[in-house]
Structures are given as structure tokens and as C-alpha cells.
């Protein structure tokens, strides 16, 4: 079946910080990917769609110049936080679909446990 | 707007069977999938509907009815490591899915 991985897996850095997330489809090519956020007890929240060759498209209220998306390749979705803070502190998960049909689900990363001191 | 409902936790006990439901109000539909969540764990893919009734895999099954905009995940045979959030997402129109918050499901032995 379809294989998202991304890395690294838990992240503990200083306040001020940036950090750099990677998200890859390892069997196969994904035009679209997905990055979201989850705080502890919470639902998923959708921050912005990766889109290859193109700027990525941001939900309401998630800050352009602070999560910066790069989806360099067909396989290959970057999220950097830039100069993190502790309220920053989340979980982190990337998911890719494998074309845009009916009945394509999304496959997710293990996500990234990112904590700010 | 775009949204859909699923009761915040319920409680079963091991070896029974437990019913969570979902309803959506979405501008469009194609499809509907139910996500398994393990605390601290990413979501992993439980199942699709997009046609109305009941599919079946193994110890879980998903029904949907486009009509009423509803669809129940049903869990046989529940066992502790079923213990989990469940999520219900809604494709719309444009491919965009909808996330419902999740059910939080309790196994009591």
C-alpha cells in the first residue's frame, strides 16, 4: 500500500529556533500533500495543502511567513517553522493521496512531535 | 458552512459491539473515510463509502446513506487495542476533506 514518511520523528529545540520537517511518498507521486497540526486532545487541523511547482494554499489564521511549505518534487514536501516558539509546540503530521479520484485515501506520516523549550 | 458531527467519546466493553456514528452537511460529496487515531500516533485509514450500505472488513464495517448524510462505523468483537479516537472525514466537491473532531472510544474489560 501507499507509504508517507516523514522525519524526523520528535523534535526538542530552544525558543527562536527554526525547524525543518520533511514529508516523502516513498511508492508513489503526489502532486498534493497535506500539513496539519494537532494539539494534545484536539482534532486534526488542516494548516495548508503542498502543492508541487506552486505556492502552497493556507488555511484562515495559519501565518504564510512562519510555516513555510516547500513541495520540491513529486515525492518531497518540506515544512520549516520558522524562529519557533513554545506555543508552537505540537504534533505535526503530513499526509499525501496517491492521485485525486473517488475512493483515494489519504496516507499519513508518523507526524513530528515538535516541543519549544 | 461545512460540517460534520460525531459524539466526542463513548465507552464499550471488551468482546461487545459498539456503533459510531457521523453525520455530515458538506458542499458537495465524494466519498466518505473513518480514521483510526491512537493517542500520540498518526491517523490510519480504516475505510472508504461512497455508495450507500454496508461494506465489511473483518471486525469493523462502515455503512453510509448519502440521503440522510450519515454514516456509522461498527466494531465487532472489540478488543483493549481497539481503544483509540475515530474519525470520520467527508470528501467534498473540490476533493477537500472535512474532518470530523473524532469519537473517542473506551474498551473496559
Known sequence: GAVVSQHPSRVICKSGTSVKIECRSLDFQATTMFWYRQFPKQSLMLMATSNEGSKATYEQGVEKDKFLINHASLTLSTLTVTSAHPEDSSFYICSARPGQGDGQPQHFGDGTRLSIL | ?109
Open chain 2, 1 to 109: 458552512g461545512q460540517n460534520i458531527d460525531q459524539p466526542t467519546e463513548m465507552t464499550a466493553t471488551e468482546g461487545a459491539i459498539v456503533q459510531i456514528n457521523c453525520t455530515y452537511q458538506t458542499s458537495g460529496f465524494n466519498g466518505l473515510f473513518w480514521y483510526q487515531q491512537h493517542a500520540g500516533e498518526a491517523p490510519t485509514f480504516l475505510s472508504y463509502n461512497v455508495l450507500d450500505g454496508l461494506e465489511e472488513k473483518g471486525r469493523f464495517s462502515s455503512f453510509l446513506s448519502r440521503s440522510k448524510g450519515y454514516s456509522y462505523l461498527l466494531l465487532k468483537e472489540l478488543q483493549m487495542k481497539d481503544s483509540a479516537s475515530y474519525l470520520c472525514a467527508v470528501l467534498d466537491s473540490n476533493y477537500q476533506l472535512i474532518w470530523g473532531a473524532g469519537t473517542k472510544l473506551i474498551i473496559k474489560p
